[in-house]
């Protein structure tokens, strides 16, 4: 609030806060610690707003541990709150000084936001022509009334690199600067407004001037506005072409009648077509190919056998994609965040303001819906409080019953939560929406093994009648909502299930993801049953049960190759091959998983999807990090950096970072120095899709802390050791998590060492506690077998530090044997190695990391064959035994 609204100016944030201050919106608290927080919906995010190290300088009478933070007092509003009338002040001689015409245009343009496009001025301009309206805007741009973008993406980028000097640098944005003498007014008002036309969106330089310009209407005119920007901007609120243009909550405007312009029988059906509805000549032909194509896998077929038959299936599609003539790729990448923020957001605003408190939830809840499938828990969250406000609102209105609506705004509080790794509250969510959607969760064992019998019958019925499902007509659409919302609901509940330690939670878990399975068939949509079929296959994969997971990955796979080759068909089966690279690496078939990542990376690129193309090199990085194929993994982390870097993708760009530092301090080179990696930390650890999200942060500050061990720097190690403490607690069942959680184990590993060192009296204690929560995350069902050899390779060392050499030497065999099985090269070389240096009696040197990280060759050395690759592998930190005896 305050950084847009003054500007960087500091007389304009002055006035901003006595503004605040006079109305008492500003309330102080002291700040409670986060372990005794009882972490509830409305402080889930609130509770990570500390004051930064720079601000605590300059704060009188400061004392640690007696913080303050500054709150909003509860049911403020900030975009409602009147300027201060200095600021307004300022902003009127502006507007005075302009000539009529352009008073006109930028009162108008107030209604619209902060942020418009020229299509939407034009419709709300009072006789105006496209000529005049651009002729004007050239004007107001000069005069740096508003700034103009190309795009969605160049806005974004404008206000993220320097928000306070955005009015300043908008022309070096979207002007080449002219060369030689200066050319004359008319000509650069020419070229003004040719770049106005093609920079098609506009921004008020400063906020003040809109909020301004926007009081000067009355309340009707105010209404009468509002209803012609929300009429326009109706015809484009769903989903881009490149996602079929659905909703962000799918089937969610078959549910309510929200809108204003009646549909024409063209847009019923292109609607219609955006959900995957076919007509009978499409259902009739895909009953054909079904019967052609069902007997893939027929034959008694090994699984090597159905391993290449997969991945040569996979190079046919992709060469297909690759033809032209096939016409089967996206012409452009997904546009739905440029939608969301210049369409929907401005459409939600605009019912607000016209009282239509139904139809501005029902956009709020495709807001939260779409900030989620971009991967921003804390704009979703946002948006989320503000519909929680209209609900409270309507439930009063006796003429007002949408339970739909209810029941997905608790699937997406279940969403964030679960992401945010609070599993108590995302539970509780999921619970209260299946309740709202008909389909209740057990929540006792009798209930839990009836059901568990219902479902095993529906389970039998639904994968022996699939061919009956074919020919029987699809549920309607606002069931088909509410299946949607359910196998959202179901997905999240078996993990949250199977994180839970008691005996019994693995029932209500296998009955969550059964019931996932069981919905997804009834929709008879091949993607949610395709989902569902290799969420099944993760749960018996974690369980240990074979049978049933190979099972089930083959009926993915037959499903997908009874699909027509068509767009939607194509995105389906890159998913299929995604999500089982993903599976693949967590189970630690490292050489399955880089075949499949490296075919998804691929698919993903031709279907111009870049944050699904981001995270699948994400994870084919770390399967050939730990397969030590160097080569590969720096030319997948070029692409990986080159994407970040074109789509601002920030949590590609910390997964980069994450694994250089991993590359340093396990592979033996140098890609990128460390103090860019630290720089990289200190500039975005509150960033806030980082920062509301579980897992990247915590194995960036475990990385780092573990690097500070070795060096024996431990005040710097406790710093950023207990930053990854505090975001332990926040337990998801993902990769990500395990792999900062076997971190900050290496990083306590090494800290209980110095203990055993000075002889902490302590010591004994906290490695028999270290080791059996090693061994507790060895025996959760949700980690995943490929962090077993680093698990043992750390409880083994614990062994040896408490003098158990017996335990030490099972294992460090036990994790080599799993090295061997997963061809997981990086831990058995260093795990040979340990062994070698525990068993052996050469002395430690007091130095040895710092004499390793001076001595570690750049990637350019390696590549150059000016360091033999022997000799990078045997770069490797050795864990020293500072016992008196040897145990063994």
Known sequence: YLAEGSCGIPLYCEELLKNLDHHRVLVFQTMESEEKTNVTWNNLFKNFAKPTEDLKIFTLGFEEGNEEVCNLASGVRLKNLS???????????????????????????????????????????????MKMMISALATLVESKVFGCFRNGKELRLALKQNTASFEVNYRSLSLKPTEGMARGEEEDHRELESQVIEYHIIRFCKPMMQKTAYELWLKDQKKAMHLKCARFLEENAHRCDHCRSGDFIPFHHFTVDIRLNTLDLDTIRKMAKSHGFRTEEEITSSRMEISKRSEMFSENLSSEEIREKILRFLDIIITKMRTPEEDIIPLESCQCEEILELVIMPLAHHFLALGENNKALYYFLEISSAYLILGDNYMAYIYLNEGERLLKTLRKEKSWSKTFESAAFYTLKGQVCFNMGQMVIAKKMLRKALKLLNRVFPSNLISLFLQTHVEKNRNFHYVNQNQQAQESSPPGKKRLAQLYQQTTCFSLLWQICSLNYFFHYKYYSHLA??????????????????????????YHHLAGYQGVWFKYEVMAMEKIFNLPLKLESIEI?????????????????????????????KMWSLLRNPNKHCLVLCWLCKSLFLKSRNKQLIQVLGWLWDLSIAEEHIFSKAFFYFICLDIMLYSGFVYRSFDECLDFIYQNEDNKILKFQSGMLLGLYSCTAIWYARLQEWDTFHIFS???????????????????????????????????????????????????????????NTTGPVFYPRLYHLMAYVCILIGDGQNCDLFLNTALQLCETQGNVLEKCWMNMSKEWWYSSSEFTEDQWLQTILNLPSWEKVVSGKVNMQDVQRNKFLMRVNILDNPF
Request: net charge negative.
């Open 722 to 780: 207990n930053k990854a403490k505090n975001l332990m607690s926040r337990r998801t069942p993902t990769a990500l998590y395990y792999i900062g959680m076997s971190r900050y184990m290496e990083g306590q590993v090494l800290y209980l060492q110095k203990q055993i060192e000075e002889q902490s009296e302590t010591a004994q204690d906290s490695g028999v506690e270290l080791l059996k929560n090693l061994e507790s995350l060895i025996a959760q």
């Open 83 to 129: 300027p201060p009338a200095s600021l307004k002040e300022i902003s009127l001689v502006q507007l005075d000084s302009m000539s009529l015409s352009h008073q006109m245009l930028v009162r108008c343009a107030a209604i619209t936001g902060l942020t418009f496009t020229t299509e939407l001025l034009f419709e709300i301009l009072p006789c105006w022509n």
């Open 513 to 538: 993801a059964m019931m996932q399975v069981n919905t997804a068939m009834e929709t008879q949509d091949d993607f949610q049953i395709v989902k569902a079929y290799l969420d099944y296959s993760l």
């Open 573 to 601: 089966t890159t998913y299929v091959a995604d999500k089982l690279g993903y599976i693949k690496l967590l189970m630690g078939y490292l050489d399955l998983a880089i075949d499949l990542g490296s075919r998804a990376h």
